[in-house]
């Protein structure tokens, strides 16, 4: 991603809740990644993920036209949990800016509760990760 001016505040860096919508994009892309489309109305009555714990470390700022690659993988899965890492670096020069440590549940918003992750997903999730299945 390449940073935009309005991602920026006062600072001329990032602002810092910007990184939330950058984590954002690459979990779209993840789960887009694994056939999980989780913007699509359809798709998200079958699977649908709500945030429930959020940790950033900044750890040197972004500005304006720096190209950022961003990852996610996920760390583990529990009954109703999954848990993501994040890494965001700046291409030029190449540096490690932020990390993430990041739950969420599997949700069904129509009923507004977390329900178990459906086997489906796990199995995605874990062939695309190499993950130990139970």
Not at 15 to 37: H, T
Not at 79 to 86: E, G, Q
Request: glycine letters at 6%; aromatic letters at 10%.
């Amino acid at each position: 991603m390449r940073v935009r001016w309005g991602e920026c505040d006062a600072q001329g860096i990032v602002f810092n809740a910007q990184y939330l919508n950058y984590v954002e994009v690459v979990q779209a892309e993840y789960y887009r990644n694994i056939g999980v489309l989780l913007y699509d109305e359809d798709s998200r009555k079958d699977f649908d993920v709500a945030t429930v714990n959020v940790s950033l470390n900044y750890l040197a700022p972004a500005v304006v036209d720096d190209l950022l690659d961003i990852y996610m993988r996920v760390s583990g899965i529990g009954n109703s949990s999954i848990r993501v890492a994040v890494e965001m670096h700046r291409q030029a020069p190449e540096e490690l800016i932020a990390t993430g440590d990041n739950v969420y549940v599997a949700y069904d918003s129509r009923q507004r509760k977390s329900h178990p992750v459906p086997e489906d997903i796990r199995e995605k999730i874990s062939i695309f990760e190499g993950l130990p299945r139970d």
